[in-house]
């Protein structure tokens, strides 16, 4: 299971998590190009994006850092 992580830019502080259930190891893999493997990674604009269009969902990104993590499920 993976969660998106919204850390404002300017404190650093955790401002949303979101669970995405819908999104496989293989969804991972084709956007990001490798495993997590229990780890998180940083998420740009376009890697958001893909993220979307597989759950089916809109992502607030201004003003903050995006990471996925693989977390246990």
Do not use: P
């Not at 502080?13 to 995405?20: A, D, F, N, S």
């Not at 293989?26 to 890697?47: P, S, T, W």
Request: hydrophobic share 35%.
């Amino acid at each position: 299971m993976f969660e998106l992580e919204f850390f404002d830019k300017e404190t650093e502080e955790l401002l949303e998590e979101r669970t995405l259930s819908a999104l496989t190891n293989e969804d991972v893999y084709r956007i990001f190009g490798f495993h997590l493997e229990g780890n998180c990674a940083d998420v740009d604009f376009e890697q958001l994006k893909q993220i979307e269009s597989i759950v089916g969902g809109s992502f607030n990104r201004e003003g903050r850092d995006v990471f996925i993590c693989e977390v246990q499920g």
